[in-house]
């Protein structure tokens, strides 16, 4: 026995559906541009030469962190874009975040210099304060 709907009832059902398909649609786009990102960051960070600057070092040394998780947050993280700053002089730089393995959660800027140079210009824990002398 076939059911009878009032037009209404299915304007609302289409309306309904259309509601969620656009917040579908608007969720993977956003998902996309993370993606993106995160591309983008493979291509800017590339396993090209890293230096440390003495600022970063000295941050690393105070705030407990290693190379290695430096190494992690530019193989697992994503770009911040509000903290990085493309027209930075002389550099651009590039401020990636990530969660590491020993859970902390850092934020890793650095600088893409010429001649396949990736400066380390300094670290912060995202979730701890440090007293730290560092010029």
């Known amino acids: ?5 009032p037009k209404s009832r299915i304007a609302i059902i289409v309306l309904i559906t259309c509601t969620i398909l656009f917040f579908l649609k608007q969720s993977g786009n956003n998902l996309i541009g993370n993606t993106s990102s995160q591309n983008k960051q493979h291509s800017i960070l590339p396993s090209d030469k890293l230096i440390y600057t003495r ?22 993280g994503h770009i911040n874009e509000k903290k990085s700053n493309p027209n930075h ?34 670290c912060i824990e995202l979730d701890k304060e440090f007293n730290c002398n560092c010029n």
């Not at 026995?1 to 709907?5: I, Q, T, V, W």
């Not at 407990?64 to 947050?73: D, L």
């Open 1 to 5: 026995m076939k059911k009878n709907y």
């Open 55 to 76: 600022h970063a070092k000295c941050r690393m040394d105070c705030r407990h962190i290693s190379e290695a998780e430096i190494k992690e947050v530019i193989i697992e």
């Open 89 to 122: 002089k002389p550099y651009p730089t590039i401020a990636i975040e990530d969660y590491t393995k020993t859970n902390k959660n850092l934020r890793i800027v650095f600088a893409k210099c010429e001649d396949g140079v990736t400066k380390v210009v300094t």
